[in-house]
């Protein structure tokens, strides 16, 4: 597990998924927030990455250079700040558009049907 991981499994669940996955998805929020396009959580994302494989080598002793367990923790947290990117702006177009949207899950949303009677 470790020489895929690049680190033990107690330290990618605690620190990578819980912590890390935190911050990540108050990432894709803080974009989805500010309007900017869904393309600019990748970046910021793979920085989230790196940050973490350098935390975990330098808190917990796992391998600084572990191309394995840096896209294992990356694709964790792309796919995290990527779902709460989509989900803040579900949140946001239905809430400052009510007139216009209603929710069609918790990342969707569907024009309002309007009664031209």
């Not at 910021?44 to 494989?53: N, P, Q, S």
């Not at 840096?70 to 809430?95: C, G, H, N, P």
């Amino acid at each position: 597990m470790i020489a895929v991981l690049g680190s033990s499994l107690p330290v990618f669940i605690g620190f990578t998924c819980l912590l890390m996955g935190w911050i990540a998805l108050m990432t894709g929020r803080a974009v989805a927030n500010t309007w900017r396009p869904v393309w600019q959580v990748l970046p910021y994302a793979v920085l989230l990455g790196f940050a973490d494989r350098f935390f975990a080598f330098a808190l917990f002793g796992s391998r600084l250079l572990s191309v394995g367990g840096w896209i294992a923790d990356t694709v964790i947290l792309v796919f995290v700040a990527l779902v709460s990117y989509r989900e803040k702006q579900a949140f946001k177009m239905v809430s400052q558009y009510p007139w216009l949207y209603e929710r069609k899950g918790p990342f969707d949303w569907r024009e309002r049907k309007h009664d031209t009677a």
